[in-house]
C-alpha cells in the first residue's frame, strides 16, 4: 500500500501560503524526518514524479516527509517574477521550523535528525537551514547537486539564447539579459519572469562545506552502470569528509529526470537513497562508488 499523503497550505504570513506535501512515517516513532529542498524553475516540474514517489518510499521506510512550493512555485502564493532569493531561504526555514514542531523527542529524550534532501540547486538552500536548526542532528541527502548558483543562473539563461539563436538574435544575449537585471527590470527566460532580487541572490549562492553536519549522502545519476563521480564531485566529497561529515557517494544508473524531454523515473536513485537513510555506524566514505542495484 503507498504511503498516505496530505496536501495543505503552509501560512508565510505576510508572503503568503505555501503548497506542501506531507507524508507522515508509516511505523511507530519515526526514523528521522525529511525536508525537501526543491530544484529550480522548470527542474521542479520536471522532478514532480520523482520526488512524490520517493517521499512515499521515504514515509514508507519510517520517514516524515515534508515537500514545499517555494514562493512563486506550484501552487504557492505569488508568481516567479515575484520571489527572491531571501524569500526562498525563509521558505526552506519554514518547512524545517514545521517540521521540528512536529518531532517528538524519543526515549532518549533526542528529536530524531533533520534530512535535508536537495535535489539540485535546492542544496544552495540548505546552508541557510543548517545554520538555523541547531538542536538536533542535521544530515544531507543530496541528488546531483549544484554547488554554484553562479553556473545554476548561467545554465538557466542559455535557455533563452538557444531560443534566441533558432530566431537569429543570440548575438549579446546573455550580456543583454546582465544589463537588464542591474537596470533593476525583470527578464523572461523560457517563460520565467526573473527578479533582479533572485538572479543576484542566486548567484552569488554556493553551497560548501561546514560544521553542524553529521552524514552526506551524495547521489548523482548516469545512462552507464559503471560511472563514478566527476573529478569535482569527488572533491566536494573529499572536502566534506575533511570538515568532519561522514559521507556516502555514489553513482545510479539512470535518466537526467529534471532535464528530461518526458516524465523519467529513476528507481535506483530511490534505492540508494533508501539505504543512505538506512545506513548506521557503518555509513562509509565510497566516492567512486556505481549502484547497480
Known amino acids: 500500500m503507498a504511503a498516505a499523503s496530505t496536501p495543505f497550505f503552509l501560512d508565510a504570513g505576510a508572503r503568503g501560503q505555501r503548497l506542501c506535501v506531507h507524508y507522515p512515517a508509516q511505523r511507530e516513532g519515526a526514523r528521522g524526518q525529511i525536508l525537501l529542498l526543491p530544484p529550480f524553475a522548470e527542474e521542479m516540474n520536471k522532478s514532480r514524479r520523482m520526488t512524490a514517489l520517493t517521499a512515499r518510499a521515504f514515509a514508507a521506510a519510517g520517514f516524515e516527509t515534508l515537500t514545499l512550493d517555494l514562493l512563486g512555485c506550484g ?149 552507464r552502470e559503471d560511472a563514478t563521480l566527476t573529478p569535482a564531485a569527488a572533491m566536494a566529497v573529499e572536502a566534506w569528509t575533511a570538515q568532519g561529515a561522514e559521507v556516502r557517494a555514489a553513482v545510479c544508473q539512470g535518466p537526467s529526470f529534471w532535464a528530461a524531454t518526458e516524465i523519467e523515473e529513476a528507481p535506483r536513485l530511490i534505492e540508494a537513497s533508501l539505504a543512505a537513510l538506512a545506513a548506521g555506524v557503518d555509513f562509509a566514505h565510497r566516492p567512486a562508488e556505481a549502484v547497480s542495484a
Do not use: N
Open 75 to 223: 501552487d504557492s502564493s505569488g508568481d516567479f517574477g515575484d520571489a527572491t532569493w531571501q524569500d526562498w531561504l525563509d521558505d526552506a526555514r519554514l518547512g524545517a521550523d514545521w517540521l521540528t514542531r512536529r518531532a517528538a523527542p524519543g526515549a532518549d529524550g533526542q528529536r530524531p535528525p533533520l534530512w535535508l534532501w536537495g535535489l539540485r540547486a535546492g542544496a544552495l538552500l540548505a546552508p541557510a537551514v543548517i545554520q538555523a536548526v541547531t538542536d538536533r542532528p542535521v544530515h544531507l541527502l543530496l541528488w546531483q547537486p549544484v554547488t554554484s548558483g553562479k553556473l545554476q543562473l548561467q545554465q538557466f539563461m542559455r535557455l533563452r539564447v538557444a531560443a534566441d539563436l533558432i530566431g537569429g538574435q543570440a548575438k549579446g544575449a546573455v550580456q543583454a539579459m546582465r544589463d537588464e537585471l542591474a537596470r533593476g527590470e525583470l527578464v523572461e527566460i523560457a517563460g520565467y519572469l526573473l527578479a533582479p532580487a533572485l538572479a543576484h541572490g542566486l548567484e552569488a549562492a554556493q553551497f560548501k562545506p561546514m560544521a553542524g553536519v553529521g552524514r552526506v549522502a551524495w547521489l548523482e545519476l548516469s545512462p
